[in-house]
């Protein structure tokens, strides 16, 4: 069966876009002038002030354009303009502005050609400016989607050698890191820049990379007193997401809860969905999002229609959502499972898993997912070959999970009693690891299997199913229960009787 388990400890690791599309998601729902100057366009100002260099000139005009406040940056755009290292992306955005244009509609080519379109337009650049450290990231995201990793890594270097402390550039390369199951590194990147101590947005993503490592941050103090300090709603959100995580973790859960509905005040998509992530899973659904005003808010909204059974409105925004970041695994997990499974649309998981494992190519849920899709679309030696590919099963759950979607390739081969012998060892281990929720679905489908055939062993299946399923709270459990009650119904009145024995 397909899984969504990728999900299961969600960090405010920071959104991975390309420098134009970071920058215009800052714009989205920010474009009247502010009267006052925020503490985040100060911080950049003074730093421009204080050093006078390229990359905190990027700064300050980057935060200039996301407050309508070019004229507080003429010094910051002169520089730019006539820097012959300026990032021709950079000059782009700010005549952009200048000319008060709105951004253009994406391209609908897919996700591989624009990448291989956009590695040829950064190499181009990069031959005439080979010094900028903006593109160098912009090349890195565009390797890391298409998997080519080590290529990807030495972008990532150049950038940091070039910028070690432009905020673009250390948000995204941490970010690459944690892709790359390295936290560890992550967060030495951050900790090492002075810069991290008094910005809210390296501080976010410091402190989920130490999450991400299994560790608290060192800075959590810091961060605590930078979250009251004079800075806009919209620089803080991540980092009051970060800590609430971090406290909520601790077992804080009043400070975490304050933190998360302070969160909520100049929210962007990445701190919303990860309060109501919070939320759901640690604090009942308890805090009322719908007053958070987001743009593009695809995961959380994906995640929204997901739990109130829309499938069809969950599929589009997790689309979306995977569009935005191809190479993030949780993206991929996620869209693959419902357009696989409650969505009925295998067809599109299969084109998102080719994607997703590009970048992710050993995640075992992704390859344990492509199974599944092959068994939706009856290629079973496909099926086969993906779970094969997975090598290392790390924990009882991981092999639980593929353990049942074995036992659905086998009964779908005609190997029953293999296939009982499969669901019945990931039952077991799910019931004894506390994956309750994930016994209720495994035992539902093999109810399913056991009942579209007929078997003697359907009424005990059935029995099983609906005893592991009594306290379920997932709509995509309760959609499975209807299918197995529709099957079981067809047979009754196939048979005659009213209660199958």
Same mark, same amino acid.
């Given at each position: 069966?397909s899984?969504?388990?990728g999900?299961?400890?969600?960090?405010i690791i920071p959104?991975?876009?390309?420098f134009?599309?970071?920058v215009?998601?800052?714009?989205?729902?920010?474009i009247?002038?502010?009267?006052?100057?925020?503490?985040?366009l100060?911080s =950049?100002?003074d730093?421009?002030?204080r050093?006078?260099?390229?990359w905190?000139?990027?700064?300050?005009?980057?935060?200039?354009i996301?407050? !309508?406040?070019?004229d507080l940056?003429t010094g910051?755009?002169?520089?730019l303009r006539s820097?012959p290292?300026? /990032?021709p992306a950079?000059?782009?955005?700010v005549?952009?502005?200048?000319?008060n244009?709105? /951004?253009?509609?994406?391209?609908?080519?897919?996700?591989q050609d624009?990448c291989r379109?956009q590695?040829?337009?950064?190499?181009r650049?990069l031959s005439?400016?080979?010094?900028?450290?903006?593109?160098?990231?912009d090349l890195?995201?565009?390797f890391?989607?298409?998997?080519?990793l080590?290529?990807?890594?030495?972008c990532?270097?150049?950038g940091?050698?070039l910028?070690p402390?432009d905020?673009f550039v250390?948000r995204?390369?941490?970010?690459? +890191?944690?892709?790359?199951?390295?936290?560890e590194r992550?967060?030495h990147?951050?900790t090492?820049?002075? %810069?991290?101590?008094?910005n /809210?947005?390296?501080?976010a993503?410091e402190?989920a990379a130490?999450?991400?490592?299994?560790?608290?941050?060192?800075l959590?103090?810091?961060?605590?007193?930078?979250?009251q300090?004079d800075?806009?709603?919209?620089?803080?959100t991540?980092?009051r997401?970060a800590?609430?995580?971090a406290?909520?973790?601790?077992?804080s859960?009043?400070?975490?809860k304050?933190?998360?509905? %302070?969160?909520? %005040?100049?929210a =962007?998509?990445?701190?919303l969905a990860q309060?109501?992530?919070?939320?759901?899973?640690r604090?009942g659904?308890i805090?009322?999002?719908?007053?958070?005003?987001?743009?593009d808010?695809?995961?959380?909204?994906?995640?929204r229609s997901?739990f109130?059974?829309k499938?069809?409105?969950?599929a589009?925004?997790?689309?979306?959502?995977?569009?935005d970041?191809p190479?993030?695994v949780n993206?991929?997990?996620f869209c693959? +499972?419902?357009l696989?499974?409650?969505?009925?649309?295998?067809?599109? @998981?299969?084109?998102?898993l080719?994607? @997703?494992?590009?970048?992710n190519e050993n995640?075992?849920?992704l %390859?344990n997912n492509?199974?599944?899709t092959?068994i939706q679309?009856?290629?079973l030696?496909d099926a086969?070959?993906a779970?094969a590919s997975?090598?290392?099963i790390?924990?009882s759950l991981? +092999?639980?999970?593929?353990?049942?979607?074995t036992?659905l390739?086998?009964?779908?081969?005609?190997?029953l009693? !293999?296939?009982?012998?499969s669901?019945?060892?990931?039952?077991?281990i799910?019931?004894e690891?506390g994956?309750d929720?994930?016994?209720?679905?495994?035992a539902?489908?093999?109810a399913?299997?056991?009942?579209r055939?007929?078997?003697p062993?359907?009424?005990?299946?059935?029995?099983l199913?609906?005893?592991l399923?009594?306290?379920h709270k997932?709509?995509?459990?309760?959609a499975?229960?209807?299918?197995l009650?529709?099957e079981v119904?067809?047979?009754l009145?196939?048979?005659g009787?009213t209660?199958?024995r």
């Amino acid at each position: 069966m397909s899984s969504f388990v990728g999900e299961k400890d969600r960090k405010i690791i920071p959104r991975w876009r390309g420098f134009e599309g970071s920058v215009e998601t800052s714009i989205a729902g920010h474009i009247e002038p502010s009267v006052d100057v925020s503490a985040s366009l100060q911080s =950049n100002i003074d730093d421009w002030d204080r050093e006078q260099s390229l990359w905190t000139a990027l700064d300050v005009v980057g935060g200039a354009i996301v407050e !309508n406040r070019l004229d507080l940056a003429t010094g910051a755009l002169d520089r730019l303009r006539s820097d012959p290292r300026t /990032p021709p992306a950079a000059l782009a955005l700010v005549a952009q502005n200048e000319r008060n244009l709105t /951004p253009s509609e994406e391209s609908q080519i897919s996700i591989q050609d624009r990448c291989r379109d956009q590695i040829r337009v950064s190499r181009r650049r990069l031959s005439d400016y080979p010094f900028d450290p903006i593109e160098w990231i912009d090349l890195a995201r565009s390797f890391t989607t298409l998997g080519s990793l080590d290529k990807a890594q030495r972008c990532i270097a150049t950038g940091l050698v070039l910028a070690p402390s432009d905020v673009f550039v250390l948000r995204a390369s941490s970010r690459f +890191y944690i892709q790359q199951q390295d936290p560890e590194r992550a967060q030495h990147i951050l900790t090492k820049a002075p %810069r991290t101590l008094k910005n /809210p947005w390296l501080l976010a993503s410091e402190i989920a990379a130490a999450s991400s490592a299994g560790r608290e941050s060192a800075l959590l103090k810091v961060a605590t007193r930078l979250e009251q300090a004079d800075f806009r709603n919209e620089d803080l959100t991540e980092l009051r997401a970060a800590i609430a995580t971090a406290e909520l973790d601790a077992g804080s859960t009043v400070k975490g809860k304050k933190l998360l509905r %302070r969160s909520l %005040r100049g929210a =962007n998509e990445n701190s919303l969905a990860q309060v109501q992530w919070m939320d759901r899973t640690r604090l009942g659904n308890i805090i009322d999002t719908s007053t958070a005003n987001v743009p593009d808010e695809h995961e959380a909204a994906a995640w929204r229609s997901f739990f109130e059974g829309k499938w069809g409105n969950s599929a589009e925004r997790a689309l979306t959502w995977f569009k935005d970041q191809p190479f993030s695994v949780n993206a991929g997990i996620f869209c693959s +499972y419902i357009l696989s499974g409650p969505a009925g649309l295998p067809g599109q @998981a299969l084109e998102v898993l080719k994607i @997703a494992l590009q970048a992710n190519e050993n995640n075992l849920v992704l %390859r344990n997912n492509l199974a599944y899709t092959h068994i939706q679309l009856g290629q079973l030696k496909d099926a086969e070959a993906a779970l094969a590919s997975i090598q290392k099963i790390p924990s009882s759950l991981d +092999y639980a999970l593929v353990q049942a979607t074995t036992g659905l390739l086998e009964f779908r081969k005609g190997s029953l009693e !293999n296939g009982r012998v499969s669901y019945d060892s990931a039952i077991k281990i799910f019931l004894e690891e506390g994956g309750d929720e994930h016994a209720g679905r495994a035992a539902t489908f093999l109810a399913l299997e056991e009942v579209r055939l007929r078997t003697p062993e359907s009424p005990a299946a059935v029995k099983l199913a609906f005893a592991l399923t009594e306290n379920h709270k997932r709509m995509d459990i309760t959609a499975k229960l209807q299918e197995l009650n529709t099957e079981v119904e067809h047979w009754l009145q196939e048979s005659g009787k009213t209660v199958i024995r």
